[in-house]
């Protein structure tokens, strides 16, 4: 019997709660059949006995509270709606708990943003975390020790698991499955939920706008000068004398305020107009690669497949209607 604690943060993301506890009550249905017994026991668990969600949409009455619990095998941190930090403030009742829990054995899981509250509790300091990819810098910015991966969909780390954005918290589920059950409860879950088992990466979803809120005017005007003349051949040392500043000093500060070089921010900027104009479906792809400045095509594929994690062929073909 492994039990299962759902918390329900305040301001939580009522789907991922219900998803979770629908997928393990199927698996537990499946499991029944042969040993007639239930092998998941599943709660909510909240800081009080009836917690607001979705924005205060809506109103769910939890299982157990935090005082009338005792100890669980694996505590599910779903994702929380809005101002991210606000929500962790929100949810400093979990805190506590959570780091008790895990310290007497429980393995933790933590749903897209949901990662910012188990950050808090300081138990993923020098570990690797994923979380959705909008909120990556802020995650890195204020809890800097975390190892944080950007692409991944799921990482696992000494009993800490995270996901990334929206609805990979799917994607996690069915990894927690198959490790607590077999291969073939997950196979009938995917073909019951309609569920795509591959998923391993988020890049593809990625809208790349750059990091505008590090506050250093002059890497918001290089930022602009770059994001209007993408379609250029961009000289750095050029831009930098038209800056007035030493090249070296403009690439240390870009990088510190982006986290991208500015060869980097070059290819994302590029790289995210070519997807616009592949899911426009107006020109080829070849038209797109020579309009942004790469003659290469192996090249261009490349540093599309590199960003992305799909070639511009795979790419189209996902995401342009035939």
């Known amino acids: 019997m492994k039990t299962i604690a759902i918390i329900v943060p305040d301001q939580g993301a009522l789907a991922s709660i219900l998803d979770t506890r629908r997928l393990f009550a199927f698996a537990n249905q499946l499991l029944k059949e042969k040993t007639r017994e239930d092998f998941f026991e599943i709660y909510l668990v909240g800081f009080k006995k009836q917690i607001r969600l979705d924005e205060g949409s809506c109103m769910v009455e939890v299982d157990k509270t935090l005082t009338e619990v005792d100890q669980f095998d694996l505590i599910i941190v779903p994702a929380i709606i809005g101002d991210v930090l606000r929500g962790t403030q929100l949810n400093r009742h979990y805190l506590p708990w959570l780091t008790e829990q895990y310290k007497k054995g429980a393995e933790i899981a933590s749903y897209c943003v949901g990662a910012f509250i188990v950050a808090a509790t300081g138990l ?8 959705h990819w909008a909120y990556t810098h802020e995650l890195s910015v204020y809890y800097p020790d975390i190892k944080l991966v950007h692409d991944k969909i799921i990482t696992e780390q000494n ?80 831009m ?8 070296r000093t403009l690439e240390r500060r870009f990088t510190k305020a982006t986290k991208n070089t500015i060869a980097e921010y070059i290819q994302r900027t590029k790289i995210e107009v070519a997807k616009k104009e592949i899911e426009m479906d107006r020109k080829t792809i070849n038209e797109i690669m020579y309009e942004l400045d790469y003659s290469d095509k192996k090249a261009f594929k490349s540093l599309f497949q590199k960003v992305t994690g799909l070639t511009p062929i795979e790419y189209k073909k996902k995401y342009v209607k035939n």
Request: glycine share 8%.
């Open 159 to 238: 009993g800490i698991y995270s996901s990334g954005g929206g609805t990979s918290y799917w994607n996690l589920l069915l990894y927690l499955l198959e490790k607590f059950t077999s291969r073939q409860i997950v196979i009938a879950a995917t073909k019951y939920f309609l569920l795509d088992i591959a998923r391993e990466s988020q890049s593809e979803f990625v809208m790349f706008k750059g990091q505008k809120e590090h506050g250093d005017k002059l890497v918001e005007k290089v930022q602009g000068f770059i994001e209007k003349n993408y379609r250029e051949k961009i000289n750095i040392d050029k």
């Open 240 to 247: 930098a004398m038209d800056f007035s500043v030493v090249r």
């Open 124 to 131: 993923l300091n020098g570990k690797h975390c994923a979380t």
